[in-house]
């Protein structure tokens, strides 16, 4: 875990490849994805020679933050600055929680250092700003500025996401069968 400004941490994934064909980051990163919810694969993650140890022989945790916030801004999109008004609010809402300096319209709360308390806290401010109501449901579907910038101006949008949290409780029910069929 890497710190955020206001001291929440940022998730990141470190593992060891050994072996003739070591995985890849990609090959992890859809591993994991297919395993759990995308809000819930991390954001940072990067293969390691060996874990950095402290003079006791322990993993040196302090190490490892070190590089959290190098690899979060490696794995950005190209930045694009927000365009309207609602997209400058937005970004600067997540700045504030995620403690960065700028947030570009395609940049996912989730790969960026967001976690799900920091989602409860933006909901909070969001309501505020909003001219339509959002639920915590909404911010998990839409998880770049622009995308989400764009649900909370929309007039007639309620039809699409309830059938896209239906499909995302399908898939997740289809991992956990998979999950359980591989556990017997």
């Keep these: 875990m890497g710190e955020t400004a206001e001291g929440s941490g940022r998730l ?13 980051t990609e090959s992890v990163r859809e ?10 694969v991390p954001p940072a993650l990067t293969a390691l020679d060996d874990l950095p140890l402290t003079a006791n022989g322990k993993v040196d945790k302090k190490q490892l933050a070190k590089q959290v916030t190098v690899l979060l801004e490696k794995n950005r999109p190209k930045r694009i600055a927000p365009r ?6 937005v970004a600067g809402i997540w700045c504030e929680l995620l403690g960065c300096k700028e947030v570009g319209v395609l940049d ?11 989602a409860l806290r933006m ?17 998990f579907e839409h998880t770049t500025v622009n995308a989400l910038s764009r649900f909370m101006t ?23 069968k998979r999950k359980m069929r591989r556990h017997q």
Aim: glycine share 6%; aromatic share 8%; charged share 20%.
């Design 12 to 24: 990141a994934a470190f593992f060891v490849t050994k072996g003739e064909t070591p995985p890849t």
């Design 31 to 40: 591993y994991l994805g297919q395993r759990l919810p995308d809000y819930m």
């Design 84 to 89: 309207n008004e609602i997209e400058k609010q």
């Design 108 to 118: 996912n709360f989730f790969e960026i250092g967001g976690n799900s308390l920091l």
């Design 123 to 139: 909901h909070t401010r969001l309501q505020a700003i909003s001219p339509r109501d959002i639920s915590i449901v909404n911010i």
């Design 154 to 176: 929309a007039e007639h949008n309620i039809q699409a996401t309830t059938s896209t949290t239906t499909d995302r409780g399908i898939m997740r029910r289809e991992r956990m």
